[in-house]
C-alpha cells in the first residue's frame, strides 16, 4: 500500500485547528458498549462463577463447566516457562531483572520526625493486599505487560498478584505464562473482557476480589474499569499508543521512520508525529516510509494509522519543537538530537522521555528498566508512569505531646469556632492545660 500521512507546518494559517483536529481522541464508549458492560457487570456481580463461566464460554469459546476450570495451575506455568525457547526464557529473564532494578529505586519507606516539644508527624507507607492485572490474549498477547505490571507490585510488597488473561479458543501464549511465572504471580485466571474486571472488582468463587486493577484492554475492558472505579481503584483509562519524535536532521531517516512505525503497528487509532525544522529531513523520512511501509508485516494496520493520525511537522526551530511537545504530551518522546539532556529539561509534559539518537522507544517497551504503562491522550499533563508507588498507600502519622496538645489546640478551637463546628472546639480545649 502506498504511504499516506499528514504534512503539517506551524506557518499554515490553520495550523492550530488542523492539530487539535489530529489529536483529538475519544475514549469514552458509545451506549451500546456500555449498556453492555453494564450488564455483564451486574450479572457478575450477582452471580459469580456462574456469569463469569457463562460469559467465558460465549466469548472466548471456552468449554467448561465451573469456575475452577479457568484457574492455571503452577505446574502449567512452569510448563510453559520449559516450553519456550532459551532465547525467549533469557530475553524474559533479562527484562524482569532491569525492570525490577528500576523500580527498586522507587520504593517509598515510611517516615516521621520530631518536633521541639515533642509532637512526631509522619507517613507511614503500606503496599496494598492483594491486586489485579489485565493481560489482553488472544491475536494481542503482550508478555511485556506482564513483567511491567506484575514487577512494580511485588517490588512495593502486594501480598498477592492475581492475573486474568483470555485464551480464545484455549489458546494459550507461553510467555505470557511464562512471564507470569518470572514475575511472581499468584494465581492467574483465563477469563478476559468486562467479566474479567467485574470478576476482581467483586470477587467470585474462583477469583479472589481485589483491591486495584491495572492493565490495558480493549474497549469493553477500559469501560469496566471505568465503571468499577471507586469499588477498586483503577491505574487509568489508556487510550490508544502514542510517539512524538523531535529531530533535529542529523539522524539516519530509516531509523527514524522505524521508530515512527514502532507505534503505528500496534493499532489503526496509534499516533505517530514527527518533528523537525528541518523541511528537506522531513522529506528524506517520508521517503523511508514508503521504501519501508511494504517491509512490515503489519502494513495494512500501520499504513491506516499514519493516513488517519499520523503527521510530519515542520517548525521553525528547536523552541517551537519545544511548545509542540508540551502542548502535544505525548505518551512517548523521543528527542534525536545533539543535546538531548539540555532539551529534556524544557520538557513539562510527556509520559517517557527518549534520549538521544541511539535510544529507541521499543527498548523502553521492553528491556530499558522503566515502566512502558505510561499516560496517553495528553494525559501526561497531570498523570505519570506505572510505578511502585501505584501499589503503596500513605497514612498520616500524628502523635502530639501534652504541650504540643495544649499548643495547638488553642488554634484547633478558634478555627473550629470560626466554622460553627463545636464539639470539634470542645474536643480540642479537653487537652489545653488550664
Known amino acids: 500500500m502506498a504511504l499516506e500521512i499528514n504534512r503539517l ?24 458498549v456500555q449498556s453492555t458492560v453494564k450488564e455483564i457487570v451486574n450479572d457478575v456481580r450477582q452471580h459469580g462463577d456462574t456469569a463469569l463461566v457463562k460469559y467465558s464460554c460465549r466469548f472466548d469459546r471456552l468449554d467448561i463447566a465451573d469456575g475452577d476450570a479457568l484457574v492455571v495451575s503452577k505446574e ?19 527484562a524482569a531483572d532491569r525492570v525490577r532494578d528500576y523500580h527498586q529505586h522507587q520504593k517509598q519507606e515510611t517516615w ?35 513483567l511491567m505490571n506484575a514487577i512494580p507490585a511485588k517490588v512495593a510488597g502486594v501480598s498477592e498478584i492475581i492475573m486474568t488473561v483470555p485464551t480464545p479458543g484455549g489458546e494459550v501464549n507461553d510467555m505470557v505464562f511464562a512471564a507470569a511465572l518470572i514475575a511472581g504471580v499468584d494465581k492467574v485466571i483465563t477469563a478476559g473482557g468486562a ?8 470477587g467470585t468463587e474462583s477469583v479472589p476480589r481485589v483491591d486495584k486493577i491495572v492493565g490495558p484492554g480493549n474497549i469493553y475492558v477500559a469501560t469496566a474499569k471505568r465503571m468499577v472505579f471507586g469499588q477498586v481503584g483503577i491505574d487509568m483509562i489508556a487510550g490508544p499508543s502514542e510517539i512524538m519524535i523531535v529531530c533535529d536532521g542529523k539522524t539516519d531517516p530509516d531509523w527514524i521512520a522505524m521508530d515512527l512505525f514502532s507505534q503505528a503497528e500496534h493499532d489503526e487509532d496509534a499516533q505517530s508525529i514527527l518533528v523537525s525544522p528541518d523541511k528537506a529531513f522531513l522529506h528524506a ?23 488517519d493520525r499520523g503527521a510530519l511537522i515542520h517548525v521553525a526551530d528547536m523552541d517551537e519543537a519545544v511548545d509542540m511537545i508540551n ?19 524544557k520538557v513539562r509534559h510527556a509520559g517517557a522521555i527518549f534520549m538521544g539518537r541511539y535510544t529507541a522507544e521499543a527498548l523502553g517497551d521492553y528491556c530499558a528498566g522503566p515502566n512502558h504503562v505510561l499516560p496517553t491522550s495528553g494525559t501526561a499533563r497531570f498523570s505519570s508512569p506505572l510505578g511502585v508507588y501505584d501499589f503503596q498507600k500513605r497514612s498520616s502519622l500524628i ?28 474536643s480540642a480545649e479537653y487537652r489545653i492545660k488550664k
Not at 467479566?195 to 467483586?202: G, P, R, T
Not at 502542548?327 to 529539561?345: F, G, N, Q, T
Not at 505531646?401 to 470560626?418: I, Q
Open 399 to 426: 502523635m502530639c505531646s501534652e504541650a504540643s496538645a495544649s499548643a495547638l489546640g488553642k488554634t484547633a478551637s478558634v478555627l473550629a469556632r470560626g466554622e460553627s463546628l463545636t464539639a470539634h472546639a470542645r
Open 327 to 345: 502542548r502535544i504530551a505525548p505518551e512517548h518522546l523521543e528527542l534525536s538530537v545533539d543535546d538531548p539532556d539540555d532539551m529534556r529539561k
Open 112 to 146: 516521621t520526625y520530631t518536633e521541639a516539644d515533642g509532637t512526631v508527624l509522619g507517613q507511614q507507607v503500606t503496599p496494598l493486599d492483594r491486586v489485579g492485572i489485565y493481560v489482553p490474549g488472544g491475536k494481542a498477547s503482550y508478555p511485556s505487560s506482564v
Open 195 to 202: 467479566q474479567a474486571i467485574a470478576a476482581l472488582a467483586y
Open 76 to 94: 502449567k506455568l512452569q510448563q510453559s516457562f520449559d516450553r519456550i525457547s532459551d532465547a525467549q526464557r533469557d530475553a524474559l529473564i533479562l
Open 9 to 32: 507546518s506551524t506557518n499554515q494559517s490553520d495550523f492550530d485547528e488542523k492539530l487539535t483536529k489530529l489529536l483529538a481522541w475519544e475514549s469514552v464508549s458509545d451506549d451500546a
Open 285 to 307: 523520512v517520508e521517503a523511508s516510509m514508503e521504501r519501508l511501509l511494504p517491509t512490515l508485516d503489519r502494513q495494512s494496520i500501520a499504513g491506516r494509522s499514519l493516513a
